[in-house]
């Protein structure tokens, strides 16, 4: 926990002293008056800040019975607000990079849009219809703008140019693109803000001073006082035995996986995927929800093994090695599982678009195909998932 504290720290400093949005305009580009683009690093700063954060907040998960119970409570909610927070505005630009890939991908495009970085900057100006009913050409659709603009934490971008290869495109996927670049370019632009406003607000300056306290002194819970908190102590440190509450996040894990239909997911083409396709309810779709726990439960179990790895260093035994490993089991299955909900995510933003009344029928047929292509997406990661797992751990040194 010190040891994310500290970097946490680090990733503020370095987001200080990138000046962001202190700048001044220098050249064509910059999308307002006496700005300029943003460093890189400020971007790397942001979401190392999240990192962080997101680390923290799931150790104190796992290990919150040896910790001080009133400062516990108080971090967790504050953490998870920062973190979820500072991740809204990445999450649409890659949702809607995704989007538009796999468009091309379905329009059998000879060349896909080049990626767009996440601290790209959408067009400045659009009209604010959400129809797309009037005649035009493929071209001309492809080439509308965005509803406003869309910066990374840390100040406006240059703005980027309409993709070149978007004309190739069928009508109905061309205007469908415009509508989704409309929709979470808008989204953005709110998360923008928000993570804006947290990072110049009291409540972050407020967990930042706790964090910061967090650097250097974990408060640990005083043995025969569980509601006062204690200065670990070079003798009480060591003796602090982490691997059963370890053990106890690895066991709601695989209880969560075995709950998990990994029978059904164990085909490679599975008609679930399209199963309440066309449900009015606008929420994610509900057979998600029991995969999205286990993405959540095999990120903190992964935390315990490090924290694990960390108490151990200091050992003269081989605690230290034995868990100072890569499971490569683990990493495939998160990395299986963050498919799984990005394609969750971006099927219901394409569900949601094609609710948007008015649109063209093109334009609806587009978004339903690439809302199934999505579907499928996400049975490809649940298959991916319990294949993996299915294997024996496989350890790196």
Not at 230 to 237: F, L, N
Not at 296 to 319: F, I, K, P
């Amino acid at each position: 926990m010190r040891a994310q504290a500290t970097e946490f720290l680090r990733a503020l400093r370095r987001h200080r002293e990138s000046g962001a949005g202190t700048g001044t305009q220098s050249g064509p580009g910059a999308s307002g008056p006496g700005r300029t683009a943003p460093p890189a690093d400020d971007v790397d700063a942001v979401r190392a800040l999240r990192r962080a954060a997101r680390r923290i907040s799931g150790t104190l998960h796992t290990f919150q019975p040896l910790l001080d119970a009133a400062w516990a409570e108080e971090m967790r909610p504050e953490l998870a607000w920062l973190s979820g927070t500072l991740a809204m505005e990445h999450a649409y630009a890659s949702r809607l990079e995704r989007l538009l890939q796999a468009l091309h991908r379905l329009s059998g495009s000879s060349a896909f849009p080049a990626p767009r970085p996440a601290d790209r900057t959408a067009g400045a100006t659009a009209t604010t219809t959400t129809t797309a009913t009037t005649a035009a050409t493929a071209t001309t659709a492809a080439t509308a703008t965005t509803a406003a603009a869309a910066t990374p934490v840390g100040g406006p971008a240059p703005a980027r140019p309409a993709s070149p290869d978007r004309g190739s495109l069928t009508v109905g996927a061309a205007k469908a693109g415009a509508l989704l670049d409309r929709q979470l370019t808008l989204a953005r632009t709110r998360a923008h803000s928000t993570a804006l406003q947290a990072l110049g607000s009291s409540r972050f300056h407020a967990v930042a001073d706790k964090i910061a306290l967090l650097a250097s002194e974990v408060p640990l819970r005083a043995p025969g006082r569980p509601d006062r908190a204690a200065a670990p102590t070079p003798e009480a440190t060591p003796s602090l035995d982490l691997r059963p509450l370890a053990a106890a996040a690895e066991e709601r894990l695989t209880d969560a996986v075995t709950a998990l239909p990994l029978v059904a997911a164990g085909s490679p083409y599975n008609a679930q995927a399209l199963v309440h396709g066309l449900s009015p309810d606008p929420a994610p779709h509900p057979q998600d929800a029991p995969w999205h726990q286990v993405r959540l439960l095999l990120r903190l179990h992964r935390y315990a093994l490090e924290a694990l790895a960390g108490a151990g260093a200091g050992n003269d035994g081989n605690t230290g090695n034995a868990v100072n490993t890569v499971d490569v089991r683990l990493l495939a299955a998160g990395e299986a599982l963050d498919r799984h909900r990005d394609a969750s995510e971006a099927a219901a933003a394409a569900a949601q678009a094609a609710r948007t009344p008015r649109i063209a029928p093109a334009t609806a047929y587009a978004l339903g195909v690439l809302h199934a292509d999505q579907r499928h997406e996400v049975e490809a990661a649940r298959y991916a998932f319990q294949h993996c797992w299915r294997k024996e751990p496989i350890r790196l040194p």
